[in-house]
């Protein structure tokens, strides 16, 4: 079975070896689907790791320098973009009390789990696998899904659109401290 080398495409557009891949493999009873290749693929996937030189020419001299952004400081740049938010909806929004209620406790229902699961990595410093950073996703996710049922059931005068708001703004922080890296 011939497997394709290049990374170049064709330059016909049209890829002569993937159809003879395809149809050579087929019993009388199968059907060519454009997956079938996957099993090909994974055995010549050759991975070779940049040497230092080869990153540091890629992405920069500090590029072994560990990450000053923690756990912590995207929680504390939650809270503090939940609290700027619950502030625009109270000056803009009318009437402004339920509207900066509703932004505050979305921004919390972000940034409380997020908190607990910092806390959780700090308490497990010496035992990061896997497995406990699931058990912490799993925990975060079953904490924000259990606060918007108890704000959906409990606080009836709840605006969505400031608490949805609020609360996608301060789950975006995470794409701002990655960039900010």
């Known amino acids: ?88 909806w109270w000056l803009f929004y009318k009437p402004p009390g339920d509207a900066a209620l509703s932004a505050f406790l979305g921004g919390a229902i972000c940034w409380i789990p997020g908190a607990l699961f910092a806390a959780r990595l700090r308490t497990l410093s010496g035992a990061k696998t896997v497995m406990s950073w699931m058990i912490g996703e799993a925990l975060k996710m079953g904490t924000t899904i259990a606060m918007f049922v108890a704000i959906a059931f409990w606080y009836h005068d709840v605006r969505w659109v400031p608490l949805l708001v609020t609360y996608l703004i301060a789950l975006k922080t995470y794409w701002i401290a990655l960039a900010w890296r």
Do not use: C, Y
């Not at 997956?35 to 080869?54: H, K, M, S, Y």
């Open 1 to 88: 079975m011939a497997v394709k080398t290049s990374n170049q495409a064709p330059k016909n557009g049209h890829d002569g070896h993937r159809d003879e891949r395809s149809v050579s493999g087929l019993s009388s009873g199968q059907q060519a689907a454009s997956g079938d290749e996957w099993d090909v693929a994974q055995e010549d996937n050759n991975i070779v790791p940049l040497t230092r030189a080869e990153a540091e020419k890629l992405f920069g001299p500090n590029v072994s320098r560990p990450s000053r952004v923690t756990p912590f400081k995207v929680v504390a740049a939650q809270m503090v973009l939940s609290l700027g938010a619950t502030l625009l």
